[in-house]
């Protein structure tokens, strides 16, 4: 079996699924993620309350003195540190709430965003601890270091690649599997630079979409496989396309259903 794809096993799943279960990993998983975000943002909004206070204090004494121009720039300093403090206070907020989620919780999120019903992501979790099911290692560890990526799991009926949005589809309602060349953008507006990363994306009969940034060997891998028990899927002639050439496919997928 290919390195890519690797059978489920009792060590995998004690170190990656100790409950058995993948909705109670992500339960943990959050938990600890969560952990660094309130610090780091915990840090991040303090400085900029104490930063607002300090701002509005130096702004209203340049007014007293009539240093206006001073005391624009004071503003300035105000709205930034009040813009940080937002979003700031956001980032802890939305991470209070997905810590409150438990493992039912994120199983619904995922039949939502999956469109399909809630006893069909347990029949997923339930095939996904099996032995004849597979681990799908996406990226290579540094690179799904570097990008925070997971593993995916392809069981007897359901395909999953840990995407954001915990989406499950039905191999059998797999319509194609595209490779599509993804860009981002970083750096200041004045030096962007692009970053090319290679996505794997499945669309499913009934319009949902899982997503996962893949190694081309990999996805070679992966497709090769589903072919063999799903020959109908479109793979779009191995073509790795543009993001814009997808979303025409995609939109042409939709009309026929």
Same mark, same amino acid.
């Given at each position: ?35 660094? #975000?309130? /610090? ?7 400085? $900029?309350? @104490? ?42 907020? /939305? ?45 290579? $560890? ?14 007897? %009926?359901?395909?999953?690649?840990? %995407? /954001? ?9 797999? #319509? ?11 750096? $200041? ?18 319009? @949902? ?5 893949? $190694?081309?060997? @990999? ?35 939709? @009309?026929?259903?």
């Amino acid at each position: 079996m290919s390195q890519y794809l690797q059978n489920m096993n009792e060590a995998y799943i004690e170190k990656n699924y100790p409950n058995r279960s993948v909705f109670e990993a992500i339960v943990k998983t959050t938990k600890k993620v969560g952990i660094g #975000v309130y /610090i780091f943002f915990g840090i991040v909004f303090a400085g $900029s309350i @104490a930063g607002l206070v300090w701002s509005v204090n130096a702004m209203n004494t340049y007014k007293l003195s009539g240093e206006t121009d001073m005391a624009d720039v004071g503003m300035v300093i105000c709205i930034f540190f009040a813009v940080l403090a937002i979003i700031s206070a956001l980032t802890l907020g /939305i991470t209070f709430m997905r810590g409150k989620k438990g493992a039912e919780n994120w199983l619904q999120t995922s039949a939502k965003n999956s469109l399909l019903s809630e006893s069909e992501i347990q029949e997923f979790e339930r095939q996904a601890m099996a032995s004849d099911s597979y681990i799908l290692k996406l990226l290579d $560890s540094a690179n799904k270091a570097m990008s925070g990526g997971k593993d995916g799991i392809l069981t007897r %009926d359901f395909i999953y690649l840990a %995407d /954001i949005n915990l989406t499950v589809i039905r191999c059998k309602d797999l #319509v194609s599997t595209c490779l599509v060349d993804t860009v981002i953008y970083v750096g $200041s507006q004045q030096q962007r630079k692009p970053l090319h990363y290679l996505t794997l994306k499945l669309l499913s009969k009934n319009g @949902a979409e899982a997503f996962a940034e893949i $190694s081309p060997d @990999a996805a070679n891998a992966l497709v090769e496989l589903l072919l063999q028990k799903y020959p109908a899927i479109d793979t779009c002639d191995n073509k790795v396309m543009t993001e814009q050439e997808y979303d025409k496919y995609k939109k042409t997928q939709s @009309a026929k259903a």
